[in-house]
């Protein structure tokens, strides 16, 4: 039989539509320590739950989901209609996989026992960051954090497994609803993005190895605060302003974040005087995001500590923390010693 090689087509009618989010993380799959493949089923899971929330999100106001749900969350804040919508949508994409044993989120007081001993990861997720803009159409992000659990599988899950420091985790990322959806995700070797195409139903690959730039104009802080906090933030933004720095704040820390990463700047939630250990959470806001800035040459810290080397007390800890472009991140880390 007469054959003939494959040629690859570069004509304009057919053009590319780049690599999937399941074709690359396959491709990965070698460079993760435990390459087993499970740790890539819940980046698929995580990822189809995207799917269906960004879907959710697409039809707010159209379908009953904006408003709030009529109950409060461990915080005591209200919870909006699309943060359960969210919180279901995530906890049962990971309960179905198998691959995880217990899950923390914002939205649930205590650790999710998935009833899987056998499961060697545990999942640390906010499903819907920014839940001020879901009702008027902002941005609004999930975050999530994987870690591998420390004590051996077939045992019941214990506290060690679950309050496991930043540096302890073996991927984290974040979804961003806003003009596009994007997955953005480190398995620790750097940081890749992809963008849902809506009519293909895929994630692709649309920003490989992300970088973010040393330095930034863009200061990122809620300004409301700013009679309630340390002086020495004040003198710190002055000095940003004076060297032509732009304020941008959204309110939604993945939004926020996201733009930092891609822009260059700095994220600012510092302690106040009447919230002494400031407003993010450490296990699901604060790590996943630190990891990634890291991964991408930025930096986050409390103000005295590196945000990954902080070893969590209790699930719902809030930590202050300055994150983005690494000289943004040290030049407030010496405004703050005076
Ligand atoms: P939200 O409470 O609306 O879910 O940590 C949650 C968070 O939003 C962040 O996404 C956001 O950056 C911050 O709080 C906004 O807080 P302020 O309203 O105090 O600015």
């Known amino acids: 039989m007469k054959t003939q090689p494959y040629k690859q087509d570069s004509g304009k009618l057919t053009?590319?539509?780049?690599?999937?989010?399941?074709?690359?993380?396959?491709?990965?799959?070698?460079?993760?320590?435990y390459a087993t493949g499970e740790l890539s089923q819940i980046l698929r899971d995580i990822a189809l739950a995207s799917k269906i929330v960004s879907r959710e999100i697409s039809r707010a106001g159209l379908s009953d989901v904006t408003g709030a749900f009529g109950q409060t969350n461990v915080q005591g804040e209200e919870q909006q209609k699309l943060d359960v919508v969210a919180n279901v949508r995530f906890t049962r994409a990971l309960t179905k996989g198998g691959e995880v044993c217990a899950v923390v989120s914002e939205e649930e007081d205590l650790v999710i026992d998935l009833e899987n001993s056998k499961g060697k990861y545990v999942v640390a997720i906010d499903p819907l960051d920014g839940s001020s803009n879901i009702d008027v159409n902002v941005s609004i992000g999930t975050i999530f954090s994987i870690y591998r659990r420390k004590t051996p599988t077939g045992s019941p899950i214990q506290e060690q497994d679950v309050l496991q420091k930043g540096s302890d985790q073996v991927a984290a990322g974040y979804v961003?609803?806003?003009?596009?959806?994007?997955?953005?995700?480190?398995?620790?070797?750097?940081?890749?993005?992809?963008?849902?195409?809506r009519s293909l139903g895929e994630f692709f690959l649309s920003h490989p190895q992300m970088q973010m730039p040393v330095d930034g104009v863009i200061y990122t802080i809620n300004e409301g605060l700013t009679p309630h906090i340390n002086p020495n933030i004040?003198?710190?933004?002055?000095?940003c302003k004076r060297k032509g720095?732009?304020?941008?704040?959204?309110?939604?820390?993945v939004a926020d974040f996201?733009?930092?990463?891609?822009k260059g700047g700095i994220y600012l939630y510092p302690p106040t005087s009447q919230a002494p250990n400031g407003k993010i959470r450490l296990m699901y806001e604060a790590n996943a995001l630190a990891f990634i800035a890291e991964q991408v040459g930025g930096a986050a810290t409390n103000g005295t500590e590196r945000i990954l080397d902080i070893v969590p007390q209790s699930l719902h800890?809030?930590?202050?923390?300055y994150i983005g472009s690494k000289n943004m991140v040290a030049g407030l880390e010496k405004a703050l010693l005076g």
């Open 258 to 262: 996201h733009r930092n990463l891609l």
């Open 317 to 321: 800890q809030r930590t202050p923390i």
């Open 15 to 33: 053009y590319k539509v780049g690599v999937t989010l399941d074709r690359f993380i396959k491709s990965k799959q070698q460079d993760f320590p």
């Open 234 to 239: 004040l003198s710190y933004l002055e000095g």
């Open 245 to 253: 720095a732009t304020a941008r704040y959204i309110g939604s820390l």
């Open 176 to 197: 961003l609803y806003g003009s596009s959806t994007m997955l953005v995700y480190s398995t620790g070797n750097g940081a890749n993005g992809f963008t849902y195409e």
